[in-house]
């Protein structure tokens, strides 16, 4: 009998995570059934949206259950297979759980790693993975940036904005960035080589924008919502584009906000704000990725992955996000790859 160890939702956290919402639990394997899959994870995905789905509110993917292990995203390899279309051995990205194996049904493979030559495994989950695609599609498909066009991306030093704030300059627009603290904004600035980088920590945000942006913002891609989400209405150009990929400063509210109460803003300046989920591109998701790895081939995208080994410390990998310690991709590694992970990239 196989044996796998989760770390499980114990109470659901109210306000900001603590190790005490999560436990760590072992239980017997069950055989597989017709049509399911048994995954071993290679990696986890650390997202912002996992904390949205341990609250008991309804969204695009149904609250996570007391006691059930934590979703997220891997990268897998498939071990048992009763679904003649996952062959044992193929490795895939999916949307299963915070243990050492999962079971699951053909919905949850997002689709199969392709190997490229050059760039890492972890490298296949992060910028071409959940990440890079959501900054791809919430930048081009919604945003929709010009060349020339001025670009302003929140949580720039992010998993997802890292990867948005490159694209957008690749693509020939003017892109500022906004992150907090000094050592985030030259990384912005000198990794990432922005245009511009606003310490929303130590610096008047609004004022650094309208010096930075003086004809106003064509495309806000907003990881946060709240005061900053409200100053990007405030500083949008004539028929600027807000792209709403996340509200992590909200994330951990009890209660629903209030929201931007400046949003007549777009009436004024006929802007338009969208929101999106990645999963309505699946389909395109191999697009995506050619020409994201291309990029990196190129060395026009630099990323960065922060990865610590062991499922125990994942919980603690996660809290993380919240404290603002983190700099681009987290991810947590439970078996060996076959490569070497640079310790430079492990916090």
């Not at 297979?81 to 050492?100: C, H, K, M, N, Y």
């Not at 990323?303 to 499922?311: F, N, T």
Request: charged content about 25%.
């Amino acid at each position: 009998m196989k044996f796998n160890r989760s770390i499980v939702l114990k109470r659901r956290p109210r306000g900001i995570p603590a190790l005490e919402d999560f436990e760590l639990r072992t239980a017997s394997l069950r055989p597989l059934e017709e049509a399911e899959i048994l995954l071993e994870h290679l990696f986890l995905s650390i997202d912002p949206a996992i904390r949205g789905w341990m609250a008991d509110k309804k969204s695009y993917l149904p609250p996570i259950a007391l006691g059930e292990p934590i979703r997220s995203g891997t990268l897998s390899r498939i071990a048992e297979s009763r679904d003649p279309r996952f062959p044992v051995g193929t490795l895939v990205q999916a949307i299963a759980a915070w243990e050492e194996r999962s079971i699951v049904r053909g919905e949850a493979i997002m689709g199969e790693i392709k190997r490229i030559p050059g760039i890492p495994l972890a490298a296949h989950l992060s910028v071409l993975g959940g990440n890079g695609l959501t900054a791809y599609f919430g930048l081009f498909e919604i945003g929709r940036p010009q060349p020339g066009e001025t670009v302003v991306i929140t949580a720039a030093a992010g998993g997802v904005g890292m990867v948005a704030s490159q694209l957008a300059k690749i693509h020939g627009a003017r892109v500022i960035g906004i992150a907090g603290g000094e050592e985030k904004k030259r990384f912005l600035l000198e990794d990432l080589g922005l245009d511009c980088a606003i310490d929303y920590k130590n610096e008047d945000v609004n004022a650094a924008l309208k010096a930075a942006a003086p004809r106003g913002i064509d495309v806000f891609f907003d990881s946060v919502g709240g005061e900053l989400l409200e100053i990007g209405l405030a500083r949008l150009a004539l028929r600027g584009r807000i792209v709403l990929c996340g509200a992590i400063s909200q994330i951990h509210e009890e209660t629903p906000p209030a929201g931007p109460r400046n949003y007549v803003q777009l009436l004024a300046k006929r802007g338009r704000m969208e929101g999106f989920v990645t999963l309505d591109y699946a389909k395109r998701y191999d697009e995506a990725r050619a020409i994201l790895a291309d990029h990196i081939r190129s060395g026009a995208l630099v990323h960065r992955d922060e990865i610590v080994s062991g499922l125990e410390h994942t919980p603690q990998h996660f809290l993380r996000l919240f404290d603002g310690s983190h700099r681009g991709k987290l991810m947590v590694q439970l078996q060996p790859s076959g490569e070497e992970i640079d310790d430079n990239d492990r916090s």
